[in-house]
């Protein structure tokens, strides 16, 4: 089946700095991909979704200066937290939709882990 | 707004043992419901959907039935498995967001001993 990978799968950083996260659809390409976050021990909350070639679409309440989202190809989304603090520590999890077979067909990262110390 | 609700975690049963994992939601109309299951250290997987009322949704052993009297989607299994150890996510998409966007539950946790 179609495999997401995410980069990095763990990640620890100071506070004030950035930090990149990508999201790779290895086997097919993905006109469209979901970034997720996700609490210890809640559901995963859609933050944006984001279009192969144009700017993403953020759910209410998400900072779209604090989280940069680019889809450069239809194969990479990357998820820039801009001058990260403890609160943005999280468990980021990307999701790749196919271009055909409908919204169901969504393909799930394993999750990064981002701790800000 | 939509919203999905799953029992707690963790469940731990013994191998060959009934499962029942409740979900119930809140959604605007009509929505499609899921169950994905993510098995330790890889991305969710879509284990079952119903799109209508009175739907059963079934995999790999797993049932679930879109029931719009009680608004419920329970996940059920009559002989878990060790290899069903999993976080198992109940979600939605609803017609209000062009069912695009799923809503997921908190996800439960499944522990099955041999």
């Known amino acids: 089946g179609a495999v997401v990978s995410q980069h990095p799968s763990w990640v620890i950083c100071k506070s004030g700095t950035s930090v990149k996260i990508e999201c790779r659809s290895l086997d097919f390409q993905a006109t469209t991909m979901f970034w997720y976050r996700q609490f210890p021990k809640q559901s995963l909350m859609l933050m944006a979704t984001?279009?192969?070639?144009?700017?993403?679409?953020?759910e209410q309440g998400v900072e779209k200066d604090k989280f940069l989202i680019n889809h450069a190809s239809l194969t990479l989304s990357t998820l820039t937290v801009t001058s990260a603090h403890p609160e943005d520590s999280s468990f980021y999890i990307c999701?790749?939709?196919?271009?055909?077979?409908?919204?169901?067909?969504?393909?799930f990262g394993p999750g990064t882990r981002l701790l800000v110390l | 707004g939509n919203s999905v609700t799953q029992m707690e975690g963790p469940v731990t049963l013994s191998e060959e043992a009934f499962l029942t994992i409740n979900c119930t939601y809140t959604a605007t109309g009509y929505p499609s419901l899921f169950w994905y299951v993510q098995y330790p250290g890889e991305g969710l997987q879509l284990l079952l959907k119903a799109t209508k009322a009175d739907d059963k949704g079934s995999n790999k052993g797993f049932e679930a039935t879109y029931r719009k009297e009680t608004t419920s989607f329970h996940l059920e299994k009559g002989s878990v498995q060790v290899s069903d150890s999993a976080v198992y996510f109940c979600?939605?998409?609803?017609?209000?967001?062009?069912?695009?966007?799923?809503?997921f539950g908190s996800g439960t946790r499944l522990q099955v001993q041999p």
């Open positions: 999701s790749a939709r196919a271009g055909t077979g409908g919204w169901e067909t969504q393909y």
């Open positions: 984001s279009n192969e070639g144009s700017k993403a679409t953020y």
């Open positions: 979600a939605l998409s609803g017609p209000d967001t062009g069912r695009r966007a799923l809503t």
